[in-house]
C-alpha cells in the first residue's frame, strides 16, 4: 500500500508540474507607501530620496489553510492504508525565502500483522486478556504457547507543531513569477496520542487457531480471513498506557520533530492549493502497541527503533489581510530590480552627454560620415542624402530628382535628357511614333498580409519576367506600389517595391537601370505590385524609403 501511495503522490506532483509555467502577475510597487509597515516608513522614505539603494519590506499577508489526507504509522505492526487526517494551519512570511508555520493535526492510524505470533508474553493487552503465550521460566523448558495472536492497533494522534517552512522556486531569473511554488518544512512541537488494540470478540478471546493452520498461504487471503473473523470494537488498552510517561487529558504526550515537503498552485492571488508529504518522528515505540522483538528462544527483547507516522494531504489555503501583499514566498524579489533595469522610474540617471561634431543629429559612434557640412540633410546613419541617386549629394544639387534616363550628370547635379525616340523618328524620317518595345503585358505580383517577402509562386513569376526583359534589351520595366492613405501604408508600398526590384536585380542578374521605381500610388490594390512597359516613363531607379522608421523586414 506504501508503494501506491507514493506513486499517487508522484502523480499529482507531475500533474501540478506540467502546469506550473504560466505567469500570474507582477509584483507589488514599490513606492506605495501604503503597503509599508509603519516600524520600516524611515527606510522607505530614505529610499523614495535615493538616500538608501533598498526598497522597505512590503506589509504582506497571512495564510490561514485547512488539510485533508491519508495518516499511517510506519512501525512495527503493518499499517492498513489510507487512514484518515486533518490538519489546520496558520502561516507568515519572514522573508522570501524562511517562513514560520503553526499546525494542528488529527489523525487515526490502524494496522495488522498477517503474521502469527505466540512469543508475546510481555505485551498486557493480550496476556491480561486470557491469551497464554510461549514462555520461559529462568533457565526452565520453553513452554510452547496455547493460544498465537496477530497484532493489530487502532491509534489517534493529535500534534501542534511549529515549522520552518522554505521556498525554492518563488527567485526567478527568467520570468517575473509562476504559479508553481516548492517547499521544504522542518519543525517541533507535542503530541498526544492513544493506543487501542482489537483482543476480544465481545468478551471472549479470538480463537485465531483456524488462520494459523496454514489455510491461507498469502498476506492478502490471510487479512481477509481476519476482517472476516473480527469485529471493529478496539476495546483494550495497548501496552504503555498505564506506564509513567506524561499524559494531558489522559492521553500519552510525547515531543516530536518533523520534515517534509509540498507543493503548492497557486489559482489566484488569494487561494492555492498544496500537496504534501510529512514524516513526524518521537522517541516512541508503542504508537502501534507493539515493542517487543519475537525471538526462538522464547525471550521477548525491546526493539531498537522508534515509531514514525506519515501525513500525505491536499490543502487548499487562503491568503487575508488588507492593504498587503501576497505572502512573501509567492513573489520574486528580483523583480523590482529587473523592472527598474528595463524601464527606470525611481533611478537617477544622468544626462546622457553624447558627441556630434558635424551637428547632424546623429552621435559621432553611429555617424558614418562625421564631416558633414552644416544644415546638409543626412539619413539616419549620418550620411548626406541622393535622392535621386546621380552621385551628388542633396547639399549640392541643384536638380533635385534627375531621371534615371538623364543621368550620368555634371558636378551641380544636373543631366543632360536624350531626345524621346519618337521625336527623334518623326524628326528624321516623317514617320509615326512606334511602341518603345514589344515586351507586352506583364504580370503583377501578390502578397498577403502585412508581409514584405516574396513567397515561392511570387519567385516564379519573376523569373519568367526576368526571361522576358533579356529579351527586350531596349524596355525599361515600370514597378508600381500602391498606398497613398497613410505612411504606414506608403512605407509598406515602398518596402513592396523594393523587394520586387531587388529580387530582379541580385537573383535574375537585371541591371538595376532597366527600372523605374514607382510607390505610394492611388487607386491600385494595397497588396499588389504591378509590372508594366516603363520605356516612355521617367523616374529613378531607387529613392529612399519615405518613413525609414516604420520599414518592415522581409
Not at 551637428?359 to 541622393?386: C, I, M, R, W, Y
Not at 512605407?491 to 521605381?517: C, H, P, T
Amino acid at each position: 500500500m506504501a508503494i501506491r501511495k507514493y506513486t499517487a503522490l508522484l502523480g499529482l506532483l507531475c500533474l501540478f508540474a506540467s502546469s506550473s509555467f504560466a505567469q500570474i502577475g507582477t509584483s507589488y510597487d514599490v513606492q506605495d507607501s501604503s503597503l509599508i509597515p509603519r516600524k520600516s516608513l524611515p527606510q522607505h522614505n530614505e529610499f523614495m530620496n535615493n538616500a538608501y539603494p533598498f526598497p522597505a519590506k512590503p506589509r504582506n499577508q497571512w495564510e490561514v489553510g485547512v488539510k485533508l489526507g491519508a495518516f499511517g504509522i510506519s512501525g512495527d505492526v503493518p499499517a492498513v492504508w489510507p487512514q484518515l487526517g486533518f490538519g489546520a494551519h496558520v502561516r507568515k512570511a519572514l522573508g522570501y525565502v524562511v517562513s514560520m508555520r503553526l499546525e494542528y493535526n488529527y489523525g487515526i492510524a490502524k494496522g495488522l500483522h498477517w503474521s502469527s505470533s505466540a512469543n508475546y508474553q510481555k505485551n498486557k493487552a493480550w496476556t491480561d486478556n486470557g491469551y497464554k503465550a510461549q514462555a520461559r521460566t529462568g533457565d526452565g523448558p520453553l513452554i510452547p504457547a496455547q493460544d498465537v495472536v496477530y497484532y493489530n492497533y487502532k491509534t489517534n494522534i493529535q500534534d501542534l507543531t511549529l515549522q520552518g517552512v522554505f521556498s525554492i522556486t518563488n527567485i526567478r531569473f527568467h520570468k517575473t513569477k509562476s504559479n508553481l511554488n516548492l517547499y521544504a518544512l522542518a519543525g517541533f512541537g507535542g503530541m498526544i496520542y492513544d493506543t487501542k488494540v482489537n483482543a476480544l470478540n465481545g468478551d471472549q478471546k479470538y480463537d485465531f487457531s483456524g488462520i494459523n493452520g496454514g489455510v491461507y498461504k498469502n498476506r492478502k487471503d490471510t487479512k481477509k480471513a481476519l476482517r472476516d473473523l473480527m469485529d471493529d470494537s478496539y476495546e483494550t488498552d495497548a501496552e504503555g498506557y498505564d506506564d509513567s510517561r506524561a499524559k494531558i487529558g489522559g492521553k500519552t504526550f510525547r515531543p516530536v520533530y518533523n520534515v517534509g515537503v509540498g507543493i503548492a498552485y497557486s489559482l489566484s492571488k488569494r487561494i492555492n492549493l498544496a500537496l504534501e508529504q510529512k514524516m513526524t518522528a518521537s522517541k516512541d515505540d508503542l504508537l502501534d502497541g507493539q515493542r517487543w522483538q519475537e525471538s526462538p528462544a522464547g525471550d521477548a527483547v525491546l526493539t531498537r527503533d522508534y515509531d514514525l507516522y506519515h501525513f500525505t494531504s491536499l490543502g487548499v489555503n487562503f491568503n487575508l489581510g488588507a492593504r498587503s501583499t501576497e505572502p512573501l514566498y509567492w513573489l520574486n524579489p528580483l523583480d523590482y530590480a529587473y523592472n527598474e533595469l528595463n524601464a527606470p522610474k525611481h533611478m537617477k540617471l544622468p544626462k546622457p552627454i553624447l558627441d556630434d561634431a558635424d551637428g547632424d543629429g546623429v552621435t559621432d559612434q553611429f555617424d558614418l560620415e562625421p564631416n558633414t557640412p552644416a544644415n546638409a540633410p543626412v539619413d539616419s546613419h549620418g550620411v548626406s542624402k541622393d535622392t535621386d541617386g546621380d552621385g551628388v549629394p542633396d547639399f549640392k544639387d541643384k536638380e533635385l530628382i534627375t531621371p534615371t534616363q538623364c543621368q550620368p550628370v555634371d558636378a551641380d547635379g544636373i543631366g543632360k535628357c536624350p531626345e524621346p525616340a519618337c521625336c527623334k523618328e518623326l524628326r528624321e524620317g516623317g514617320f509615326a511614333p512606334k511602341a518603345a518595345c514589344n515586351i507586352g503585358d506583364l504580370p503583377s505580383i501578390s502578397f498577403t498580409g502585412r508581409s514584405v517577402s516574396l513567397n515561392n509562386d511570387a519567385k516564379a513569376v519573376l523569373a519568367s519576367v526576368a526571361e522576358k526583359i533579356r529579351n527586350n534589351p531596349n524596355c525599361k520595366i515600370a514597378v508600381i506600389g500602391y498606398g497613398e492613405s497613410s505612411k504606414s501604408a506608403q512605407q509598406l508600398s515602398w518596402d513592396r517595391v523594393n523587394a520586387v526590384i531587388n529580387y530582379m536585380v541580385e537573383k535574375e542578374g537585371i541591371s538595376a537601370d532597366r527600372f523605374i521605381f514607382k510607390y505610394g500610388e492611388g487607386g491600385g490594390d494595397g497588396n499588389t505590385v504591378d509590372l508594366r512597359d516603363g520605356t516612355t516613363e521617367e523616374g529613378p531607379n531607387a529613392v529612399p524609403a519615405p518613413h525609414p522608421n516604420l520599414r518592415r523586414k522581409g
